[in-house]
């Protein structure tokens, strides 16, 4: 630019020159004779073609131009439509153009500030850069989560969308573990995802052992008593990540990205399936899998994820061969030992002639012949309350499992839950009939007005039912005690002192037509209640 605008100066300029110009700066010719221009006026514009010159004028972001970005979630009009008004009260000055305010927070702001102004921290944190942790080897670290499948699953004839608990191991990218919930996931879940994680035998292996650490993202099932007892037992360091930083776990979040795309999305009862119609409603004669089938494809995805995917990290090796290929030594448990450390325990009991006492209930098992009197160890799963496990309160061993007595079958189960449905359906309904209101549409500013007019007998009659019916629940029965009932009558003696006797008994004016006289119908009933 310097030699054109010598040219110029010399003027031995030909438009010949300034074609070639722009054709290596890949600009218009205009666009060069706009910058020969400019820096005929200011010399050091030559030096950086294109740059506008800097003023003392020139607008800034303010605070309160940040404030507002955040208020309207980056709308700029609206952040002018403000400035405006807030300038008519003589509130501030005068706001620029709205293409010099555009510019001066495209200059002035970052893009992922201009995001996490539109979005929040979710839209900011995808313009930040993140390090790559070394990959380390197996076992050195593992990372686990919840993920709920987009996917619905016939549950006991409900649709319900399962969760997944699974275990990944940093270096290799395995899945050590994982464990399926068709409901709300639990410290459970994430005991039997251990278990399935750690155990190397048959389903499980190859992959597994103990690993040094486990990163969890401040989960309460994660962060559970009894999760964390059984970490400290197998001596596996926990590391809490902070909340809102899903990118310090990215192995696993990179799994929970990658099963929707390769492997949910082309299942039946795929939940964000794009659908025709303005309603993404889901087909009536759509047939959702079971909860068994789901299961058994998932475990199947899984293998193939270990054995057969080349993750890009790898460098065109399976999770299978990365693990292979590592020759650290890794630590086992035995199997008895490992379910032993993830039950939760319960305390010490008494074993008598009707079994463990647990949660107000009995638990029998063939073992306890002859064993009665004995203090034991109760340690169980959660939520699995048909069955504990037993052990010597004293020398810790193993005695056996012990089953719930007099447990009901699974058609009553299903009675009892039918009847709560129903139950908890009714009571909703007549909730949302008490609580329905409606109001008027107003287009003037002014008070709600209630929709549904009532007598004032109606009223009344509402209102002394509700009264009535507080008055009965605080009554007290037993607070005056009945009339005695006549000499006739045999009253048994347990009765009698709960009678007032110097209150007399109601008579009908005449005799009975069958028999000597009797009481009347409310002296009758005041027998019958005493």
């Given at each position: 630019?310097?030699?054109?605008?010598?040219?110029?100066?010399?003027?031995?300029?030909?438009?010949?020159?300034?074609?070639?110009?722009?054709?290596?700066?890949?600009?218009?010719?205009?666009?060069?004779?706009?910058?020969?221009?400019?820096?005929?006026?200011?010399?050091?514009?030559?030096?950086?073609?294109?740059?506008?010159?800097?003023?003392?004028?020139?607008?800034?972001?303010?605070?309160?131009?940040?404030?507002?970005?955040?208020?309207?979630?980056?709308?700029?009009?609206?952040?002018?439509?403000?400035?405006?008004?807030?300038?008519?009260?003589?509130?501030?000055?005068?706001?620029?153009?709205?293409?010099?305010?555009?510019?001066?927070?495209?200059?002035?702001?970052?893009?992922?500030?201009?995001?996490?102004?539109?979005?929040?921290?979710?839209?900011?944190?995808?313009?930040?850069?993140?390090?790559?942790?070394?990959?380390?080897w197996r076992n050195q670290a593992w990372e686990t989560d919840h993920v709920q499948a987009p996917v619905l699953v016939d549950v006991?004839?409900?649709?319900?969308?399962?969760?997944?608990?699974?275990?990944?191991?940093?270096?290799?990218?395995?899945?050590?573990?994982?464990?399926?919930?068709?409901?709300?996931?639990?410290?459970?879940?994430?005991?039997?995802?251990?278990?399935?994680?750690?155990?190397?035998?048959?389903?499980?292996?190859?992959?597994?052992?103990?690993?040094?650490?486990?990163?969890?993202?401040?989960?309460?099932?994660?962060?559970?008593?009894?999760?964390?007892?059984?970490?400290?037992?197998?001596?596996?360091?926990?590391?809490?990540?902070?909340?809102?930083?899903?990118?310090?776990?990215?192995?696993?979040?990179?799994?929970?990205?990658?099963?929707?795309?390769m492997f949910l999305a082309a299942l039946p009862g795929y939940a964000r399936q794009p659908r025709p119609g303005k309603r993404a409603?889901?087909?009536?004669?759509?047939?959702?899998?079971?909860?068994?089938?789901?299961?058994?494809?998932?475990?199947?995805?899984?293998?193939?994820?270990?054995?057969?995917?080349?993750?890009?990290?790898?460098?065109?090796?399976?999770?299978?061969?990365?693990?292979?290929?590592?020759?650290?030594?890794?630590?086992?448990?035995?199997?008895?030992?490992?379910?032993?450390?993830?039950?939760?325990?319960?305390?010490?009991?008494?074993?008598?002639?009707?079994?463990?006492?647990?949660?107000?209930?009995?638990?029998?098992?063939?073992?306890?012949?002859?064993?009665?009197?004995?203090?034991?160890?109760?340690?169980?799963?959660?939520?699995?309350?048909?069955?504990?496990?037993?052990?010597?309160?004293?020398?810790?061993?193993?005695?056996?499992?012990?089953?719930?007595?007099?447990?009901?079958?699974?058609?009553?189960?299903?009675?009892?839950?039918?009847?709560?449905?129903?139950?908890?359906?009714?009571?909703?309904?007549?909730?949302?009939?008490?609580?329905?209101?409606?109001?008027a549409a107003v287009n003037q500013p002014e008070a709600p007005q209630r929709l549904g007019a009532l007598t004032g007998a109606q009223?009344?009659?509402?209102?002394?039912?509700?009264?009535?019916?507080?008055?009965?629940?605080?009554?007290?029965?037993?607070?005056?005690?009945?009339?005695?009932?006549?000499?006739?009558?045999?009253?048994?003696?347990?009765?009698?002192?709960?009678?007032?006797?110097?209150?007399?008994?109601?008579?009908?004016?005449?005799?009975?037509?069958?028999?000597?006289?009797?009481?009347?119908?409310?002296?009758?009933?005041?027998?019958?209640?005493?």
């Amino acid at each position: 630019m310097r030699r054109l605008l010598a040219l110029r100066q010399d003027q031995r300029l030909t438009t010949r020159h300034v074609r070639l110009m722009a054709e290596s700066l890949e600009v218009t010719e205009r666009t060069v004779w706009r910058w020969l221009a400019a820096a005929e006026r200011d010399e050091s514009a030559a030096a950086e073609p294109g740059t506008r010159t800097q003023s003392k004028d020139r607008f800034s972001v303010t605070p309160e131009v940040r404030s507002l970005l955040a208020l309207w979630k980056g709308n700029v009009a609206a952040v002018h439509r403000e400035l405006i008004a807030r300038a008519a009260k003589d509130e501030g000055e005068p706001p620029p153009s709205i293409p010099t305010l555009h510019r001066a927070i495209q200059r002035d702001l970052t893009p992922g500030e201009r995001a996490g102004l539109a979005g929040g921290e979710r839209a900011a944190r995808k313009h930040d850069v993140f390090l790559a942790r070394p990959r380390g080897w197996r076992n050195q670290a593992w990372e686990t989560d919840h993920v709920q499948a987009p996917v619905l699953v016939d549950v006991d004839g409900k649709a319900r969308r399962p969760w997944i608990t699974w275990f990944t191991d940093c270096a290799t990218n395995a899945i050590t573990g994982v464990a399926v919930t068709p409901g709300d996931p639990s410290r459970e879940s994430v005991l039997s995802a251990l278990r399935s994680a750690v155990l190397r035998e048959e389903p499980y292996g190859p992959f597994g052992g103990l690993p040094e650490k486990v990163r969890v993202d401040r989960g309460k099932d994660f962060l559970s008593r009894t999760v964390t007892a059984a970490f400290d037992l197998l001596d596996v360091t926990v590391e809490d990540l902070p909340a809102y930083t899903p990118h310090l776990k990215g192995t696993v979040e990179g799994l929970n990205r990658a099963v929707e795309s390769m492997f949910l999305a082309a299942l039946p009862g795929y939940a964000r399936q794009p659908r025709p119609g303005k309603r993404a409603s889901r087909p009536k004669d759509e047939v959702l899998l079971g909860f068994e089938d789901f299961t058994a494809r998932l475990l199947a995805w899984t293998l193939w994820w270990n054995t057969e995917h080349r993750p890009a990290p790898l460098q065109g090796k399976t999770p299978l061969e990365a693990w292979q290929d590592d020759p650290t030594p890794l630590r086992d448990v035995p199997a008895a030992d490992l379910w032993t450390f993830t039950l939760e325990d319960a305390g010490t009991r008494t074993l008598t002639t009707r079994g463990v006492r647990f949660r107000r209930r009995d638990y029998v098992g063939a073992w306890m012949t002859g064993q009665a009197g004995i203090q034991v160890r109760v340690r169980f799963m959660p939520h699995h309350d048909h069955r504990i496990e037993v052990y010597h309160a004293a020398t810790g061993r193993y005695l056996g499992p012990a089953d719930l007595a007099d447990q009901a079958t699974d058609e009553q189960i299903s009675a009892v839950r039918r009847a709560r449905a129903a139950r908890t359906r009714r009571l909703k309904k007549d909730l949302e009939a008490s609580q329905r209101e409606r109001y008027a549409a107003v287009n003037q500013p002014e008070a709600p007005q209630r929709l549904g007019a009532l007598t004032g007998a109606q009223a009344e009659a509402e209102l002394a039912q509700a009264t009535d019916t507080d008055l009965s629940q605080l009554a007290l029965p037993d607070l005056i005690p009945p009339a005695a009932p006549p000499a006739d009558w045999r009253t048994p003696p347990s009765l009698v002192t709960r009678t007032a006797p110097g209150r007399p008994a109601l008579l009908p004016p005449g005799p009975a037509p069958d028999g000597p006289p009797g009481p009347t119908a409310q002296t009758a009933e005041d027998g019958d209640d005493s």
